[in-house]
Antibody, heavy 121, light 107 residues
Framework: EVQLLQSGGGLVQPGGSLRLSCVAS????????MGWVRQAPGKGLEWISG????????HYTDSVKGRFAVSRDKSTNMLFLEMNSLRAEDTAVYFC??????????????WGQGVLVTVSS | EIVLTQSPATLSLSPGDTATLSCRAS??????LAWYQQRPGQAPRLLIS???NRATGVPARFSGTGSGTDFTLTISGLQPEDFAVYYC??????????FGPGTRLEI
């Protein structure tokens, strides 16, 4: 079955760090760009990061630039989001998602189940 | 950053009706516009990419039109499972990829 399975969410204090993981199964992982999209409670979707199929080109929205880092391990079909200096406004459900394109991390045609990240003291 | 606005914010219709959802971009996105459906408690689902291309498995009652700054998602013959939130998303000028605020389609 083609799927993305996420792990790593939880409760973290302001200023803390968290690492989200996303493992892909049933698809040629390295052929596609991947992205991270988050959704604050009761709010809409926000694209926060993207990574090309090669893993070389990385992109971020301004609000997470310098704090979050995206990476992928092709040997294990895994995508990661390292989140540092977390703030209350980072509280959201985080989705990993697959793009049908090599370079554009968009038009996501496969999504993970989402994990909740809560930043609170 | 390209800003997407969606209207109406909420659309109240009945099964069997036709829904017309609008997405407007702050500048031209050519035809690089996608639509997603999100049901409560679920991840979004891609419906349409590049304005009018239905994703795999999406029923033919979903159709997309438009270009430049104005786009429409039409759902013909609404089914009970179609009542959800719909988002548009552009990939013409990025980063960032941007989403609209969503239209809630309710019974």
């Amino acid at each position: 079955e083609v799927q993305l399975l996420q792990s790593g969410g939880g409760l973290v204090q302001p200023g803390g760090s968290l690492r989200l993981s996303c493992v892909a199964s049933g698809l040629p992982f390295s052929d596609y760009a991947m992205g991270w999209v988050r959704q604050a409670p009761g709010k809409g979707l926000e694209w926060i990061s993207g990574l090309s199929g090669s893993g070389v080109d990385k992109h971020y929205t301004d609000s997470v630039k310098g704090r979050f880092a995206v990476s992928r391990d092709k040997s294990t079909n895994m995508l990661f989001l390292e989140m540092n200096s977390l703030r209350a406004e980072d509280t959201a459900v985080y989705f990993c998602a697959k793009s049908p394109y090599w370079n554009d991390p968009s038009d996501f045609d496969l999504w993970g189940q989402g994990v909740l990240v809560t930043v609170s003291s | 950053e390209i800003v997407l606005t969606q209207s109406p914010a909420t659309l109240s219709l009945s099964p069997g009706d036709t829904a017309t959802l609008s997405c407007r971009a702050s500048q031209s996105v050519s035809t690089y516009l996608a639509w997603y459906q999100q049901r409560p408690g679920q991840a979004p689902r891609l419906l349409i990419s590049n304005t009018s291309n239905r994703a795999t498995g999406v029923p033919a009652r979903f159709s997309g039109t438009g270009s430049g700054t104005d786009f429409t998602l039409t759902i013909s013959g609404l089914q009970p499972e179609d009542f959800a939130v719909y988002y548009c998303q552009q990939r013409y000028a990025w980063p960032p990829i941007t989403f609209g605020p969503g239209t809630r389609l309710e019974i």
